[in-house]
């Protein structure tokens, strides 16, 4: 039935335009989490509504799913992947931060980079372009580590076993806090189904109830990146 929901929110932009998925959720993210406003992941920075300077950053980079789907760029994956469009609006993947920090991370992986990079005064995120990785604030760092490991369970997306082993220790450093559990309960109201990471505790065994907790909706198990 929530599905529905959330399918009916999305139904008449889409029989009017033929839009993809995730340019409609756009204006269902910003009302639904954040109407009056919020906190920007990378630098902790409050945000007002409708502030123009911020847009949705995918936590697992839509360049990743386009290889691992080889379906082309994102517009030719838009146009001739279902899976694409509803990887591409999941919510739970999605986060608002400033538009530039947006294109600096690109689709850089998260790390843990030496020294401190810092990309500007009073904002605890680092980006190595040589190394092309990119540091979050501590903060930040158990609510990307959680967006992260549910797109490796609920789509089979890959993530390589060294940054899974840190995406872990940074889960169980920055715990579930209220506020990520009100924004789950507000994402499922949506979509159907919230986070398990969040939900509930997991051991981090990719034979844990976390892999077993999505069923292969999308076939999309076997791929490699």
């Given at each position: 039935m929530?599905?529905?929901?959330f399918?009916?929110l ?14 409609d ?8 989490l ?9 630098c902790?920075?409050?945000f007002?509504?409708?502030d ?6 995918h936590?697992?980079p839509m ?11 994102r517009?030719?994956?838009r146009?001739n992947?279902?899976?694409?469009n ?10 608002p ?7 600096a ?7 843990e ?30 609510n990307?580590a959680r ?5 490796e ?20 450093a920055?715990?579930v806090?209220e506020h990520?559990?009100?924004?789950n ?8 189904e919230?986070?398990p ?13 976390v892999?077993r907790?999505?069923p292969?909706r999308?076939g999309?198990?076997?791929?490699q990146?």
């Amino acid at each position: 039935m929530k599905l529905l929901v959330f399918l009916a929110l999305l139904a008449p932009a889409l029989a009017c335009s033929g839009s993809a998925p995730y340019l409609d959720t756009i204006p269902v993210f910003w009302r639904t989490l954040y109407p009056d406003g919020g906190e920007g992941m990378y630098c902790g920075e409050r945000f007002a509504a409708r502030d123009r300077s911020y847009n949705i950053e995918h936590v697992y980079p839509m360049a990743w799913v386009t290889r691992a789907l080889r379906c082309g760029d994102r517009n030719a994956c838009r146009r001739n992947s279902r899976l694409f469009n509803e990887i591409e609006s999941d919510m739970h993947n999605m986060y608002p931060v400033r538009k530039e920090l947006n294109r600096a991370r690109g689709a850089y992986p998260y790390r843990e980079i030496r020294g401190e990079r810092r990309v500007e005064r009073g904002c605890d995120l680092e980006i190595d372009h040589r190394a092309r990785v990119v540091e979050p604030r501590p903060a930040s760092r158990g609510n990307i580590a959680r967006a992260m490991l549910y797109m490796e369970g609920r789509y089979g997306l890959e993530i390589y076993e060294r940054q899974r082993s840190m995406l872990l220790d940074w889960h169980r450093a920055d715990p579930v806090d209220e506020h990520e559990r009100w924004r789950n309960r507000r994402i499922a109201e949506v979509q159907g189904e919230g986070n398990p990471w969040i939900e509930t505790r997991k051991t981090g065994r990719k034979t844990s109830a976390v892999s077993r907790f999505f069923p292969s909706r999308s076939g999309l198990l076997d791929i490699q990146m």
